[in-house]
């Protein structure tokens, strides 16, 4: 099994930033796809932005040139960098991992975002 551990949500103001931050730990595979998924109060979790081994990323539409994922030195670490934030984007975060040829999906336990003045 694998732990996630994500930081670094808060409350923010339309078009400022915030940087979260995404632990894995537990059994890690070399070959994996972690990324970010965000769900807001009564609607469907939604993906935000995956990053794989060899750095591919991708992003839904709404946050494309906002947001931006990546990892850490340490493979084991995904960050996501969200500018530009609007209220839209208000939602609890979750960090995710999927093993290479795996349809299991390993979750977080979330960090709320809030964009509001």
């Known amino acids: 099994q694998v732990q996630l551990v994500e930081s670094g949500g808060g409350l923010v103001q339309p078009g400022g930033s915030l940087r979260l931050s995404c632990a894995a730990s537990?059994?890690?595979?070399?070959?994996?796809?972690m990324g970010w998924y965000r769900q807001a109060p009564g609607k469907q979790r939604e993906l935000v932005a995956t990053i794989n081994s060899i750095d591919t990323t991708n992003y839904v539409d709404s946050v494309q040139g906002r947001f931006t994922i990546s990892r850490g030195n340490a493979k084991n670490t995904v960050y996501l960098q969200m500018n530009s934030l609007k209220p839209e984007d208000t939602a609890v975060y979750y960090c995710?991992?999927?093993?290479?040829?795996?349809?299991?999906?390993?979750w977080g336990q979330g960090t709320q975002v809030t964009v509001s003045s």
């Open positions: 537990g059994s890690i595979f070399s070959r994996n796809t």
């Open positions: 995710y991992f999927r093993a290479w040829g795996s349809t299991n999906d390993n």
